[in-house]
């Protein structure tokens, strides 16, 4: 089982809630694409006495060993897009997570 985990912090002017609905899409390409695999996404906030202050969303994944997902550049096109649209992803691995084909 390969657990990752994608941190996505927003650094551009653009509203949070067009960068999560691409987020959403993409999480649902994910989904489509290894579906015996869990993938979720959850939104990142930081409470406050006078409101609360979005910090962007994480992106977990749990697949199995030799989910072509994993072989493939689905995994990679995505972290690329993410940059691309200013989301500023950090990838996250468990520490004692065996190396995967280059994808941590």
């Known amino acids: 089982m390969v657990q990752l985990a994608i941190r996505c912090h927003p650094c551009v002017p653009v509203s949070a809630s067009e960068l999560e609905r691409w987020l959403e899409r993409e999480v649902d390409d994910i989904r489509a694409a290894a579906p015996r695999a869990t993938v979720r996404m959850s939104r990142l906030t930081q409470g406050r006495r006078d ?35 200013g989301l500023q992803p950090t990838l996250l691995e468990p520490r004692d997570a065996p190396t995967n084909g280059g994808v941590a």
Request: glycine share 12%; charged share 30%; no cysteine.
């Open 51 to 85: 409101s609360g202050l979005d910090n962007g969303w994480l992106v977990e994944l749990e697949l199995s060993d030799g989910e072509p997902l994993l072989s493939g550049d689905r995994l990679f096109q995505t972290l690329r897009d993410m940059r691309l649209l």
